[in-house]
């Protein structure tokens, strides 16, 4: 099976325009909507420019997407510049918008990710006053996230404009806490404090007095329901084909890749694993071995963390169908650990080899991160050190708490500590999501035990302990 041919780049549509026919040429994919849409940047005349191709099914949407981005341009609301629209034809009939390129031109989300917190304050700011003016002239988002605004310049702009609704009016205050609250659950848990006392712009931009105590809870409570709904669909996302994840399944093996992370050596890797392990040893270092699974490091152009999972017996394998593998689970409990904000090695593919329903040997690579056991700066660290750790840990489990997740085996060595000074979770396999209250708080109790159980007869077992208490952890 060849798992590297999934991009036919470049490739050419040819535009029908009615005096005379131009070739759209399309060089790099940036998003993805499988038999729907394409967003590529591509030449056009001579020129940079960024098509939007819809496939047949989605005529509506390009026709929608053109008439909004009109509106908005007629609003006065910044937008894209459409420098022609209409048909196109590569392998089927096709519609296709095209809109000038901006070089330095960037989403909001890839702006947020990449600021210092110095420019956050400048960008977030931004982002409100240009809500405050949709709003103002009664028009909404129904598929808000920070990727559908490009920022430039100082300036922020509304893209995918087949989103918006149009209102015949200025939205109202108790309508506005809902998108507030939507607009939160666009960013990090762990950044609310510092952004809910930065809302003052959008109700200045609006001519209103600041949101009352009441109206901040209710927002924060949006805000919490709204992001529990974007973290469920980006877990249902990462095993399907997107424009950042490859999939790939069959009855012999499931691969699910991320794009934007993938290697030559991964790729030669995830063709088959078994026979690379065989044939190109000399790249794979093994670090640990058990009965049931093995941890490799691939050596990369950015090294590699792989856990190979294997089962125990028959039984195993026999009552497999209908359950996740340990590498599935890793791949899966990775990225919801991500959308919440807390730190662990970025997952990079997960390859579940499969006879029908029945899965086999798998395997979950993660990318190496810059962080260090807990248990080393502990023994030799000075007292100001230790106690930053305990506070890292400390405000690490209780995130883990305020989401109701148990990590299952919470021992020492599966605690990191970065640089940065934050909590480092590794080993998820057997990290659970708990949707009652009761089987959390036991699961919980336990990794608590788990952890104190380690630090037995040494002086920083009453110290961790203490803490734990005043936090309210146990």
Known sequence: MNISCHNALPFTVECLHPSSPTQLTCTLLVRSLPKKRLTCQALWDGKKVLAKIFFPKARAAFQKEYHNTRRLIESGIPSQTILWAGKGVWLTPLYVLIYAFKEDA?????????APLSQKAILFPLLLKTLARLHQQGIVQTDFHLANFLTHNREIQIIDTATLRFLSRPLKRSEVLFELGVL????????????????????????????????????????????????????KKIFRNTSRFQCIK?????????KNLMSPTLLAF?????????????????????SSRTTLK??????????????????????SPGTFSKAGMSWRNAHRLISYGFSTPRPVAYFQYRLGLFKGMAYFAAEKINAQSIWEPLTTG??????KIIQAVCHGLARMKKFRLSHGDLKISNILWSPKGEMVLVDLDNMRQHR???????????????????LTQTPHHELFLKAFKKKGLI
């Open 250 to 258: 069959n009855w012999k093996r499931t691969i699910v890749w991320d």
């Open 436 to 454: 009652w209250e009761w089987t959390f708080k036991r699961a919980f109790a336990l990794d608590i035990q788990r952890f104190l159980r380690n």
């Open 382 to 387: 000075e007292p100001h050190t230790v106690q």
């Open 270 to 290: 995830l063709e088959n694993p078994t026979s690379f392990l065989h044939h190109r040893f000399g790249e794979i270092e093994i670090l640990k071995k058990a």
């Open 298 to 319: 691939l050596h990369n152009a950015h090294p590699l963390f792989i856990k190979q999972y294997r089962h125990k017996s028959l039984l195993d394998f026999l009552r």
């Open 106 to 114: 960037k989403t909001f989300k890839e702006a947020w990710r990449e």
């Open 184 to 235: 939160l659950a666009q960013f990090p848990s762990a950044e609310d404090e510092w952004i809910l006392g930065m809302l003052s712009p959008y109700f200045q931009e609006r001519g209103w007095t600041l949101p009352e105590a009441f109206e901040e809870k209710k927002i924060i409570e949006l805000r919490e329901k709204w992001h529990a709904r974007i973290c469920r669909n980006h877990l």
